[in-house]
């Protein structure tokens, strides 16, 4: 729940009552005319919730003697978020009169056609003449609950008609109604002293500078399938369970994902106590896991990987398809590979593809296209099959160069240093056309969520060169390890040999040999694994320098295969990559595509 700590006073209208000459219970005919003025209306902003006051507060009548009463009503709006607004109604102004005027406040939900009317009297009291009223209010009984009487005496300055009420915005608008009767009471003695006196002021709302008074009773955690009591609201590892957490007076728990905060709902009074029960959250790394079809083995990285589900004759080479275990020389980590139905996530109001668990329990993603344009387009042809609708291409954020510099071999670097075949440090050196496009994306579409993307599985931009090859900056010829591993020996890896060509950013692109993982194979098309889009897009690993000294990275090609283009081919796609925090945990799905995973933000 937001804090509610600032001081907004709304002043709401003038109550002005003039007293005039004579005011009594009085001994001659003299008589006090009434003057009053309307609300015109009055709004304020507290914490996103907008407050406004209107209605009509009057004292007009033209004859007024002691007995005389009159009823205002006052209707409160909030409109907004969730939020909980603590106010006070209050009188402030001057009254001179030795008579004090009563009041007496009602409050509702629904507006009330109420009125007063007033029949001047008059009475022989010690043989003289006095003046008086008697008046009563029709639909007093549909007013609903006092919730405030008293009295406003002779000096006083500022008075609390109604203390400690609450208000919850909503965006429909939540409403309240307050009627308040005023009354000139008429005593038993003579009021001529009141004679030459005056009452006047305003109603104004004043923010209650007290937070709600709500007491957490008691907090339980799941364990074990059990309920334990805890002294302590958990930081993380827990999430609240708002079903069977509860409040007294009918107060009601919420949770703001969007905030991560507890809210609470239909607060209308002090002393509410409040029960939280915590389930043990799901990591996204367990519940991939337990969700996904295993495969068993080590596939034949020589074969493409898919099912018989083939599409435009897409090339099948074995049914490895599942998630799969290898060991690096950093731990485990499980892979995706085929055409699997089972990693599928949404994350940032975005689609993605899980491509692996890292070793450190971080998650690896490549974008698969903003969740909205996707799902009125057709969610199941874009992300199952990898089709565009022709016009679009939904699966990659942009096409781009990888470097508009492309014929000296330093160029195939994420990051760059003339004449060296990598910079000394992955901070240093000029940054490729791409890592640029990668970086303003990231800052426009997913900064807010930095704190549960992490950098340290890093990004390996390898430019060891083959064996048989020697680098140089304006050699011939000279290939990278990453063709030796996928088009010579057909053997993938995970490792990255030379700690400054891996780049811990919190953004990149997937590798060739991620691609070979998952089910690619160079020359060879496969229309079927979950990496085709019908696109062709960059990959973050170099193949080879060629005889004019043209540089050539890996890309994935518009056939699912492992294919290679110049590093300034400007019409290949850019497919981002990210990694999310080992802590990450799931609200809801299995990962297929009619559950995909949603993240608990």
Known sequence: MKEKNKKLIIVVTALILVIGVSFAYFTSSTIFGGQ????????????????????????????????????????????GENVLIPYHLIWEGTNTLNTSLNYTVYKTTSNIDVSASCTDKNSIIDGAKTYYEECSISNLDSLGSVVSSGTIAKGEAKKKIVSDEFITSSSEGEVVYYYVILEYPNLEENQNSDIGGSFNGEIKVELNDVSADIVIAKTYLEEAGEYKEVNDIPSEGYELNTSKSTCTNNATLGWDSENNRIYVENLSQTGTECTLYYDKATLLKDAILANAKRGTGTPNFNKTSCTNRTNNGGNCGEQTVGLYEATTSKGTTYYFRGDVDDNYLVFADKYWRIIRINEDGSIRIIYSGEKSAVDNAGKETILANGYDDGNTDYTQIQTSAYNNSWNRSEYVGFRYTEGSQRPSNTNTGTESTIKGALDTWYSNNLQAYDSMIVSTPGFCNDREVANGSSWSSTGSNVYYKAYERLSTNKTPSFECSNINDLYQTKIGLITADEAAYAGGKETTNNYSYYLYTGNIYWTISPYYVGSMGDSYMFNIYTD?????????????????????????TIKSGNGTISSVYEISD
Do not use: M, W
Request: charge should be negative; avoid cysteine.
């Open 560 to 584: 699912g295969g492992l294919n290679i283009n110049t590093l300034n081919s400007a019409t290949i796609g850019v497919r981002p990559v990210i990694n999310l925090s080992a802590d990450t």
């Open 36 to 79: 009053g003025s309307s609300v015109t209306g009055s709004t304020a902003t507290l914490d996103n919730a907008e407050i406004k006051v209107e209605g009509s507060l009057s004292f007009n009548d033209l004859d007024i003697y002691p007995g005389h009463q009159n009823v205002s009503s006052i209707k409160v709006t909030a409109t």
